[in-house]
């Protein structure tokens, strides 16, 4: 007979009699175990890791200032928690920070709004120099930023970003365009980049991440994907940029 | 001093789908052929394997696929009076790089251009009268009808594995496809994609408006597929990684999957990656190519001479390569003389939200690159311009190609950028919006060019391309009254809120629309107004053909890449039957 | 998302539109019906009265079968997954000698609440039978890279990090018999098997010969067991 049938053959034989010994030896009674569904990435004591880049100063004003952009609520954390600020220092001291990834040879003009970044301003440049503008203005107002109540530190960020000042010569909506744009990278980025801590923007939106195959459900109109997403971090094989 | 190599048949610039479609055809027909390609060599197993290839973060923030900007950027501005200035980060366009050039990160959606789209400025005489069109749009004839590029559309297609229904098979109109298309003279070789929550949604507002939906032709394979070069290709699983990123499952239809493996093998084809050409030499007389100069990773140059010059390297990159190697005469806006530059256009786009009830799970992140439903009907020539005093149109699409957080996180108008009202709204909307684009055609006019830069370089020291461009008054009622229509439909699909968004001017180099530039170095019948004949061959050096979209003389409201494919295997054919058995002219001037 | 200025807005009334729109494409979950997994384990510990013969007798009660590898681990796959597969025996879309007549056996209610069962329980680890470096050193390289020249990507692409499956439609292989793995993917590559949504297994299956087929088998076997298969979304 073919090798195939001969398989399935085999297999039944083996079956039956397995079959066999299962019901004569009868039902072992195994403890159901009814555990509560493990969760990713359980954070446990985390110590916080270092600055690479940010000073203690800067860190005062940026957590307060990403922690308006995307403030902590009863259900789901904010930016902070969410490790933005950790985020945009990695990103301040690699690659992107040093402008590595953008045309960078002069000369540098000023243009019209279609002709995008203009400034001589490195990513990490402009921060640094906006933020020591913002800190020395703070220094003569008597109360610091990260000490303002919330609706006065909203009312600093929308006058930022109606561009209505320069911070040591950097157009006020420039940085603080950029600091937006930043606070929801940091907070939708797979993990491995220091942000999204235990993926909580992904779940806050229900975006299952980067494993991703939906044959089978992409025509079960409505269907309601309701599982944990799964980062890159959680392949030991990950390589980041 | 250049290294001058040994001499061979053919090379090929830029090894993406056309150049490896033009080096596949020409080694097969025995001839020697290298293939220059400026970045590294990538293939499916490692490269794009999971799940490392879906990280936003990289390839859609920090446009990790895309043309190396650090080293060969280029400049903008929207008018010759302002100066133009580099763009220092891609987002409008994003050209590609490295083996397989965008036909790697591209979604896969698959347009024929229609019968009109070829004669264009002849329908539009004849339709409208010679008084109708805007004398300030330089449209223009191709030189080939499509008719005769029909089979080279079918040969493309059957490389790619499309899927979709056939609207018009020989003239016959056929259900379920779309009735505006130009005839085929076969049915796909896929059947349609599934449809996206939103598109079945889409589909029942547009039928009962009257209009013809139909699903998108895709180059994400509908199911296991094996082509004429004899390569298999996976079914597509919808993942929602597909424009900007690479495909791990063999599933998309880029040169990887459908025909390197296949050049490759080939003992007359040779590749050289890390190869820049700087540019292609002419002999005195300047009518004959002898071969090109090209740069090593390490700088050393080398010089390698050739019969039979290609230059593939990307709409934009095609029309720098003619400009510095000085073959056919730079385009001047002032006096109109010239074509090099000329006729750049582009695609003139816009973005329609609607917004459901908690109940309706759109699912967005569940997505092909090219599984949208859409409508023609408000496309090309479709319909009546009489009253309307504009030409062109757009197809009204419902699609979402991804749920990526970064970058897709739609909230209702009203809603602040930013605080607890945002983070409550884009929580409450994400997964129960859906989402329709205007792809719209892009005329051409005397002041949109392309030329070289007096003051910016590439980090070989040589200009960058300078763009002219803005929308065209045209093209901007054109898209107002697409976006008219789209907003119609979308008040009809029953949501809560729907929020048009048309494109209006000044064009910005900040928002990404879509990597549609063409133009440049167009097609046509006349030297004078065009810089290639019909079979994309120069008119001023007989053995160099630049294939890519800088030959479109104008840009029709459909993507890009079928037409293109159409004729790369066009201009190939008439290379193997008529030009090597005669070097020289294919058509006299 | 940035407004710009030229908003269109039309605010319409949702009462019949919502209606509608979950009337027509209400979500379908395995059956319409609401799991019982208190049932499902009666099932599995004593089956019915109408002939389901008890699923614990080949597949364990916790869902660790017997270990042979002749019956598949159940436990942690989703119950979407099982359900599927009960439902495929049921309709001849997938066949085993054993399963298909059980199967035809099963009412809807018996087949979801089976399902929601096993997708709940932890099973008990088993220890892999010791195999070759080189094998699984290959194993580990198509689970985790895949290969060019045979085209096919990581099985981990669908199949999840470290086999845990892609809930609810790809199920997890972390820990499942070796040899029960190996034998679903000949089947695959025979055509025997073919009750996938895309013909994916089978195209991959192809592409496989008998050594790459051993050598997954026994990588997946030698990961742990991830969890169970009823994770709701949580902060």
Redesign the interface.
């Known amino acids: 007979m073919s090798k195939e049938r001969q398989e399935q053959e085999s297999r039944r034989t083996f079956l039956r009699s397995a079959f066999a010994a299962c019901v004569t030896a009868g039902t072992a009674v195994i403890p159901v175990d009814r555990i509560r569904p493990a969760t990713q990435n359980q954070s446990t004591a985390e110590q916080p890791k270092p600055y690479v880049f940010f000073h203690p100063d800067e860190v005062q004003f940026l957590s307060a200032a990403v922690d308006r952009f995307i403030p902590p609520d009863e259900e789901w954390p904010g930016a902070v928690d969410a490790g933005v600020v950790e985020y945009i220092d990695q990103q301040m001291a690699g690659k992107w920070g040093s402008a590595g990834y953008m045309y960078w040879h002069g000369p540098f003009k000023e243009g019209t709004p279609s002709q995008g970044y203009q400034l001589p301003l490195t990513p990490a440049e402009l921060f640094r120099r906006a933020t020591a503008g913002i800190n020395q203005y703070f220094a003569t107002q008597g109360t610091p930023f990260h000490q303002l109540s919330a609706d006065k530190q909203d009312e600093y960020l929308e006058m930022l970003l109606a561009n209505k000042t320069t911070l040591n010569g950097v157009p006020s909506k420039v940085f603080a365009d950029f600091l937006l744009q930043h606070t929801v990278e940091g907070f939708f980025a797979d993990p491995i980049y220091g942000g999204n801590k235990n993926m909580v923007g992904w779940k806050m939106l229900g975006f299952p991440g980067p494993y991703a195959d939906y044959y089978e459900l992409i025509d079960q109109y409505g269907i309601k994907l309701d599982r944990d997403p799964v980062s890159i971090e959680s392949s030991p094989r990950h390589h980041a940029m | 001093m250049a290294e001058k190599l040994k001499a061979v048949d053919v090379v090929v610039v830029g090894v993406g789908f056309m150049g490896a479609i033009m080096a596949k055809e020409l080694a097969a027909a025995g001839l020697s052929v290298v293939g220059l390609e400026r970045g590294k060599k990538r293939?499916?197993?490692?490269e794009f394997?999971?799940?490392?290839i879906?990280?936003?973060?990289?390839y859609s923030?920090?446009?990790?696929m895309m043309q190396d900007?650090?080293r060969e950027?280029m400049t903008?501005?929207?008018y010759s009076s302002?100066?133009a200035?580099?763009?220092?980060?891609w987002?409008a366009f994003l050209p590609g790089t490295d083996l397989g050039g965008s036909g790697v990160h591209w979604n896969g959606q698959t347009f024929r251009f229609t019968e009109a789209d070829f004669v264009w400025h002849t329908r539009m005489g004849e339709r409208y009268g010679k008084n109708f069109v805007d004398p300030d749009l330089t449209i223009q004839d191709w030189g080939v009808t499509y008719d005769e590029l029909e089979p080279y559309f079918d040969k493309f297609e059957h490389l790619l594995g499309t899927g979709g229904k056939a609207g018009n098979l020989n003239g016959k109109i056929q259900p379920g496809g779309n009735p505006f298309e130009s005839w085929r003279s076969r049915e796909y070789p896929n059947p349609p994609m599934?449809?996206?929550?939103g598109g079945?949604?889409f589909r029942k507002a547009a039928t009962e408006m009257g209009y013809h939906p139909f699903v998108q032709p895709s180059s994400n394979m509908t199911?296991?597929y094996t082509n004429p070069e004899g390569?298999?290709l996976?079914?597509?699983?919808?993942?929602?990684?597909c424009e900007r990123y690479a495909c791990?499952?063999?599933a998309k239809a880029t040169p990887q999957t459908v025909i390197l493996p296949v050049l490759l093998k080939n003992p007359h084809f040779e590749l050289r990656t890390e190869a820049q050409v700087l540019r292609v030499n002419l002999d005195s007389h300047k009518k004959r190519a002898t071969g090109v100069i090209y740069a090593d990773a390490t700088g050393r140059e080398f010089e390698q001479p050739a019969d039979l010059v290609i230059i593939t390297t990307y709409a934009l990159n095609n029309v720098r390569m003619m400009l510095l190697s000085g073959i056919g005469r730079p385009y001047d806006p002032k006096t109109g003389k010239g074509v090099i530059g000329r006729n750049y256009a582009y695609q003139t786009t816009g973005d329609v939200?609607v917004f459901?009830?908690e109940?309706?799970?759109v699912?967005p992140?569940?997505?092909a690159g090219a599984?949208g439903t859409l409508i023609d009907d408000f496309n090309d020539d479709n319909f009546d311009h009489g009253p309307l005093g504009f030409i062109g149109g757009s197809y009204i699409m419902s699609a979402l190609t991804n749920?990526?957080?970064?970058e897709f996180?739609?909230?209702p108008?009203g809603t602040p950028?930013?605080?607890?009202d945002w983070?409550?709204a884009?929580?409450r909307h994400?997964?129960h919006t859906a989402h329709m684009l205007l792809h719209g055609s892009s005329m051409p006019t005397r002041t949109n060019y392309l030329d070289l830069d007096p003051?910016?370089?590439d980090a070989w020291g040589l200009p960058l391309l300078r763009m002219t461009f803005d929308f065209p008054e045209n093209d901007v009622k054109m898209t107002q009254f697409c976006?008219?229509r789209a907003?119609e439909i979308?008040?009809r699909m029953?949501?809560?809120?729907?929020?048009?968004?048309?494109r209006?001017p000044?064009?910005?180099?900040?928002k990404y629309q879509t990597t549609h530039n063409t133009g440049g170095v167009v097609m046509g019948s006349d030297p004078h107004t065009s810089a290639l004949n019909r079979y994309l061959q120069s008119w001023d050096a007989h053995n160099v053909f630049v294939v890519g979209a800088s030959a479109y003389p104008q840009n029709p409201g459909y993507n890009p890449t079928d037409t293109l494919g159409a004729l790369a295997y066009w201009s190939v054919d008439a290379i193997k039957k008529q030009y090597l058995k005669k070097p020289g002219p294919l058509v006299s001037a | 998302m940035k407004l710009n200025r030229s908003i269109l807005i039309a605010t319409l009334a949702t009462a019949t539109a919502g209606f509608f729109l979950t009337r027509s494409f209400a979500a379908q979950s395995a059956g319409a019906v609401k799991a019982d997994e208190g049932r499902g384990a009666e099932i599995a510990a004593s089956g019915t009265a109408y002939g389901v013969v008890p699923c614990a007798r080949c597949h364990a009660f916790d869902g660790t079968a017997d270990g042979s590898g002749a019956f598949p681990k159940l436990s942690g796959i989703s119950s979407y997954y099982l359900a599927k597969q009960l439902r495929d025996f049921a309709s001849g879309l997938r066949t085993d000698a054993i399963m298909s007549a059980i199967a035809r056996k099963m009412k809807d209610e018996d087949i979801a609440d089976v399902s929601e069962y096993y997708s709940g329980v932890r099973g008990t680890p088993t220890p892999a039978p010791g195999a070759s470096p080189d094998l699984l050193a290959l194993g580990a390289r198509l689970a985790t890279v895949g290969d060019q020249e045979k085209e096919i990507q990581a099985c981990e692409a669908c199949h999840g990090p470290q086999g845990r499956g892609e809930s609810p439609a790809i199920p997890p292989l972390a820990g499942q018999y070796a040899p029960y793995i190996a034998f679903q993917m000949r089947m695959w590559r025979m055509g025997y098997r073919k009750n996938d949504a895309n013909q994916q297994m089978a195209n991959i299956a192809k592409r496989l010969n008998a050594q790459d087929i051993e050598a997954v088998g026994l990588y997946f076997e030698g990961l742990p067991q991830q969890g169970i298969a009823k994770n709701k979304r949580q902060p």
């Not at chain 2, 599934?194 to 929550?197: A, D, P």
């Not at chain 2, 749920?403 to 970064?406: L, T």
């Not at chain 2, 000044?506 to 900040?510: G, R, S």
């Open positions: 293939w499916t197993v490692p394997q999971s799940p490392d879906h990280d936003e973060l990289k923030i920090r446009k990790g900007v650090t950027a903008f501005r929207n302002q100066e200035l580099p763009i220092r980060q987002q599934k449809e996206q929550y079945v949604l199911r296991p390569l298999q996976n079914a597509c699983n919808y993942c929602g990684f791990e499952h063999f939200y459901y009830d109940s309706v799970n699912n992140f569940m997505a599984s749920g990526r957080p970064i996180h739609p909230t108008p950028d930013w605080g607890k983070k409550a884009i929580r994400y997964n003051t910016y370089k976006m008219d907003v979308g008040k029953r949501a809560k809120t729907v929020a048009g968004y048309p209006k000044p064009f910005t180099t900040q």
